[in-house]
């Protein structure tokens, strides 16, 4: 299934991870709030693996395709009626009996969809031994009544804004993790870019930040990492610019 080690030391995160515990050694299913890219499917598949059963099957149902392709949803009572899955749900929850449903973008359907699908996955996880993990980015359709008022406990994931002592922790772990992957030396980041990187409000969380600490991985020019080495949105944000390389003397 991969890393889902939930990585920083921000007293948040510190405080999120005590209650995925509490969470995972429990029956208990549970909505994931947060911006964008803040990790809410990494902390499902935390809890899931540090469950009672970590082998199990963690089946993703992505509610922003379902919306697209018109699922029904009113029919999918019918769909895994007598336990036999079919369609797009009825299939999810089959697959996920005896492990965790995740059902991710919850914002794509309004209140009364997104009650009628978690209500059906309930009733469904009530004989199947099946643990509900749901996710709703707050910059979509906003917080999810429904799954609140079905009695799934809430936990919030901050913006990485929030938790800026993070970053290094983050920059440090992508930056080993693409350095493996692309066969290049490891690097360091120069006190500048680090500001600059610190500084950056990153509206697109740790994945904005995975995704540009991979490009400074394999377009990097050296083994130290420089401001001019950033995005340039990004890199103005540093105190100061790291002096290019000298140029060679010209002699008659």
Wanted: aromatic share 6%; charged share 20%; with cysteine.
């Amino acid at each position: 299934m991969g890393d889902s080690t939930i990585r920083g030391a921000h007293p948040v995160i510190r405080a999120i991870v005590s209650v995925a515990a509490r969470i995972a050694a429990s029956d208990v299913n549970a909505v994931i709030l947060g911006e964008h890219g803040t990790g809410k499917e990494l902390l499902a598949r935390h809890i899931h693996q540090k469950g009672r059963e970590p082998e199990a099957a963690f089946v993703r149902l992505d509610c922003q395709d379902l919306a697209t392709r018109a699922v029904a949803i009113d029919l999918c009572n019918s769909a895994i009626g007598n336990g036999s899955g079919t369609g797009a749900i009825g299939g999810a929850l089959e697959r996920a009996r005896g492990g965790t449903l995740f059902v991710d973008r919850l914002e794509s359907f309004d209140t009364d969809r997104q009650f009628q699908l978690l209500s059906t996955v309930l009733t469904y996880a009530a004989s199947e031994h099946l643990r509900l993990l749901a996710a709703a980015d707050l910059n979509g359709a906003g917080r999810s009544s429904a799954a609140v008022e079905l009695g799934l406990v809430e936990i919030q994931v901050p913006a990485l804004r929030q938790r800026r002592s993070d970053i290094p922790v983050l920059v440090r772990y992508f930056l080993d993790l693409y350095a493996d992957r692309h066969g290049v030396s490891a690097q360091r980041v120069e006190t500048a870019a680090m500001v600059a990187l610190w500084q950056y409000d990153w509206p697109g969380n740790v994945r904005e930040l995975e995704s540009v600490v991979e490009r400074i991985v394999v377009l990097g020019r050296g083994e130290v990492i420089y401001c001019r080495d950033l995005p340039p949105h990004i890199a103005a944000l540093g105190q100061y610019r790291a002096p290019d390389p000298p140029r060679p003397l010209l002699t008659a």
